[in-house]
């Protein structure tokens, strides 16, 4: 849906703020940016709706380059929601929320009813909080309503800049969850900037790391966690993450892979197993077998061979940290 070639964007200062990235990202997927402050999360996300333009390099949406599009046209297929909120003071919140959904010439009982259900969903009741003006509202309850207009627009995509940075922890986890279950619900493509790993591990089908203006690793959550791509990407995540999720992995969960050994001369003779299958079907098939050992088959051929003892104390381990 969304793609970038080899973007770079270097300011008009000399900043090198992107230095050439790559990226896809799948229709309907909600994809976190992650990384530290600078690195450049903020620009690459204004490329998507050319509120900046690359330096080189083409970003496309549904294969069209986007520089080749208006960008007021652009802009209404792309909801937005900023680092730091954005609401018109002027208009209240009712006006506010429905403002995109106005402008796409939905009817006016058709939004008010839509601003009313998208209220309700984060948690402000809407007699109290309609007619308000956003100065009236604490930081975190504008931030609800930044969210809410931009899921009420019905654009496809959405971008979220840091959308729940002002929030109290517990108002915070609300939202990533009623984000996730909105998302597998409209099925809209999600750009997301966060600052906080545990948010981006929760909400998001991929996690993009980037550092310095460019991308380390593009990964899904439990990838990221299991197979870190360098140092960086490691420390980012940070060790007591990596090894608490470890072990809170079920063995359906942890392919035959992840225990691989080299093959050996007999091990043709051996039970096969296919290498998509988890740890738990292994346990199945060896029992069934009653083998010490099978044989790991990918598309028709051997790649390796598991063994029964490490299978168990793997098993074991599994357990032991659950
Ligand atoms: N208009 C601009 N002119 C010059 N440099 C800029 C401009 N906007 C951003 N930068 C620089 O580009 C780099 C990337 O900035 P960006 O806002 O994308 O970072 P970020 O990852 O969103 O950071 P944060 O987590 O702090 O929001 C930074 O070094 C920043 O100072
Ligand atoms: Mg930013």
């Known amino acids: 849906m969304i793609t970038f070639k080899n973007v770079r964007k ?6 090198e703020a992107i230095k050439g990235i790559d990226l896809h990202i799948e229709e309907g997927k909600l994809v976190a940016l992650i990384g530290p402050s600078g690195c450049g999360k903020t620009t690459t996300m204004k490329m998507i709706n050319k509120l900046i333009h690359p330096s080189s390099g083409t970003i496309s949406i549904n294969g ?3 520089a080749e599009r208006k960008d007021v046209d652009l802009r209404r297929d792309i909801g937005y929601v900023i680092q730091r909120i954005g609401l018109f003071p002027h208009m209240t919140i009712e006006e506010n929320v429905a403002l995109i959904p106005k402008l ?12 009313d259900e998208l209220l309700d969903l984060v948690g402000l009741e809407p007699p109290v909080f309609k007619k308000k003006y956003p100065l009236e509202l604490s930081g975190g309850q504008q931030q609800r309503v930044g969210v809410v207009r931009a899921l009420a627009g019905e654009a496809p995509i959405i971008l979220m800049d840091e959308p729940f940075s002002a929030l109290d922890p517990i108002s915070r986890e609300q939202l990533q969850d009623e984000l996730k279950e909105l998302q597998s619900a409209i099925r809209k493509t999600i750009v997301f900037v966060t600052h906080d790993m545990d948010e981006a591990l929760k909400v998001a089908d991929e996690i993009v790391v980037m550092k310095d203006g460019m991308i380390e690793q593009i990964a899904h959550p439990d990838e990221l966690i299991r197979h870190p791509a360098n140092e960086f990407v490691r420390s980012f995540i940070g060790e007591e ?8 992995f079920s063995p359906k969960e942890i392919q035959v892979t992840s225990i691989l050994n080299q093959p050996a001369e007999d091990s043709t003779d051996l039970p096969v197993i296919e290498s998509t299958a988890d740890l738990k079907a ?3 098939a060896m029992i069934l077998n009653n083998a010490e050992a099978l044989q790991v088959m990918q598309e028709g051929i051997m ?5 029964k003892d490490r299978l168990l104390s793997e098993l074991a ?3 032991r940290g659950a």
């Open 10 to 15: 270097t300011f008009a200062d000399g900043t």
């Open 64 to 66: 069209k380059n986007i």
């Open 104 to 115: 796409k010439g939905m009817k006016k009982h058709e939004y008010t009813k839509r601003v």
């Open 241 to 248: 993450r990596i090894q608490s999720a470890l072990h809170s």
């Open 282 to 284: 292994a346990a199945k």
């Open 303 to 307: 790649i390796g061979v598991i063994y």
């Open 317 to 319: 381990g599994l357990e």
